[in-house]
């Protein structure tokens, strides 16, 4: 896999210690690991797109990784969008999209889907407590889709959770100031 590019977007609302795990283990897999924030159509973010990507942002520059790159012009809340607007930043046609296990049953909704899947593989990371159910798998082979299920292993985080309970230790630690700072990520 070393010669393709990893696309990793996210909501990052924020980026967590999962997050920063799942950067620094794509690098290890792939030529490039390319990461960027959107606007999931599906949720609704605590923070907005500039507050999020400044975030990643910060936390990729922490990692200093040059497999690690950080571009926001490939976002969009579209995926066959980034993948597109990547394609031609880099001219790599060799591209495995990153998905959580949690979200790969929701593809098959996903606006383009039948051209997302001649464009992409994707690369599956198995979220704890979101095991890929055997109907999903069956839809993704009925439907031709190329995906590889990842052996990454990640903590038990997400940013949701941290929305709703503040736990700093799941905050990489570069990003830990600015959010208390900055009054993120406050309940409301």
């Known amino acids: 896999m070393d010669n393709s590019i990893a696309l990793f977007g996210t909501s990052a609302d924020p980026p967590t210690i999962g997050h920063k795990k799942i950067l620094q283990e794509l690098s290890k897999i792939y030529a490039f690991t390319i990461s960027y924030v959107s606007n999931n159509p599906n ?36 995926a066959i969008e980034s993948i597109k607007k990547c394609k031609k930043i880099y001219e790599f046609n060799n591209l495995d999209f990153v998905i959580g296990s949690d979200l790969i049953k929701d593809i098959f909704c996903w606006k383009n889907f039948d051209k997302i899947i001649k464009e992409v593989s994707f690369l599956v990371i198995i979220r704890e407590g979101h095991p890929i159910e055997s109907s999903t798998l069956k839809m993704l082979e009925t439907y031709k889709v190329k995906f ?6 990640i903590p038990n985080i997400s940013s949701s959770k941290f929305r709703l309970d503040s736990n700093y230790s799941n905050l990489p630690k570069s990003l830990i100031d600015i959010v208390k700072k900055n009054n993120l990520y406050l309940s409301t």
């Open 148 to 153: 590889k299920i990842s052996k990454i292993k």
């Open 43 to 78: 949720k609704k973010h605590k923070e907005n797109i500039s507050i999020r990507s400044h975030l990643l942002k910060i936390l990729i520059e922490d990692l200093d990784n040059p497999k690690i790159l950080f571009n926001q012009r490939v976002s969009s809340k579209w």
